[in-house]
């Protein structure tokens, strides 16, 4: 399946600067217990990455799947939460790409009527839903007048690949690459479409947060959510790792190539050396079969490093 309908998954900075001007794992013995930090254990080995499944993205570079080798390694049981990074800030000082810019990309339906006046520029053309909101960051995800306190153990979200990598360097930890990242969310499970198998609502059940209803206008929330939920929700997959599938993109450490990895190492892979594009993975409360199924462990889209959204967070590995 091929679209050029990529927007709903991943928006880049430049198009809100341009708006201004104008599974699965083979044979892993499952892992050991959640460390004091709220970290997991590992154990790597073999696994196959990518997916031929004919709803892939061509353009995404999804396929073909392969055996790669991961070493060992510890990954976050949850995305960093508000109340973790705001951890970060104050010990820090830190400031956001989102706050150096003065502005961040959010959904259309979660701004009040207020700030729809006062502080949205205009939205992105071609993805109407895509608002370019002034005063929008981690700690105001609806702009200026928005709090993150009844969301503290929810995924900070407006966080750019920059970002996310200065906490891990303050956290002594690093991004995951996307083969960790994939191992991860597979849970043990070879070539599923989901970190719990390959139906999407298993025995009728929603496991995961993601657009119920017709995108981009009506989300009937019957996952129970509308935007983001807690880092710690839905059953975890069987690695104990919670919301791989949905909830916000997650940011990893490699540059993004659609064809690199076709001929590139099989031992722990890392990417291109250099690009323009960071790899991001999971998919978000926004994706939607009829848009954007890259809610898929396999699935994969392209950001740039400095941009930030109300749908991309991140977690941790070391």
Known sequence: ????????????????????????????????????????????????????????????????????????????????????????????????????????????????????????????PGTPWWLVVEGAVWNQPEGPGSTIESRLDHPVVHVSWNDANEYCNWAGKRLPTEAEWEYAARGGLVQKRYPWGDRLHPDGKHVCNIWQGKFPHTNHGRDGYIGTAPSKSFPPNHYGLFNMSGNVWEWCSDWFSASYHIEGTRNNPQGPPNGMDKIIKGGSYLCHKSYCNRYRVSARSAVSPDSSSGHMGFRCVK
Not at 27 to 37: H, L, M, R, Y
Request: with cysteine; proline share 3%; hydrophobic share 30%.
């Open 1 to 124: 399946m091929e679209s050029s309908k990529k927007s709903c998954c991943a928006i880049n900075r430049q198009q809100g600067l341009q708006v201004h001007i104008e599974s699965t794992s083979i044979g892993i013995k499952k892992n050991s217990a959640p460390t004091k930090d709220g970290m997991i254990f590992l154990s790597g080995g073999k696994t196959l990455m990518g997916s031929n499944d004919k709803d892939t993205f061509s353009e995404d570079g999804e396929g073909p799947v392969r055996e790669v080798e991961i070493s060992p390694f510890f990954i976050d049981e949850g995305t960093v939460t508000n109340g973790g990074f705001r951890d970060f800030i104050e010990d820090t000082g830190y400031k956001t790409d989102a706050e150096k810019y003065g502005w961040s990309f959010v959904f259309y339906q979660f701004l009040s009527p207020e700030n729809k006046n006062k502080y949205v520029k205009q939205a992105v």
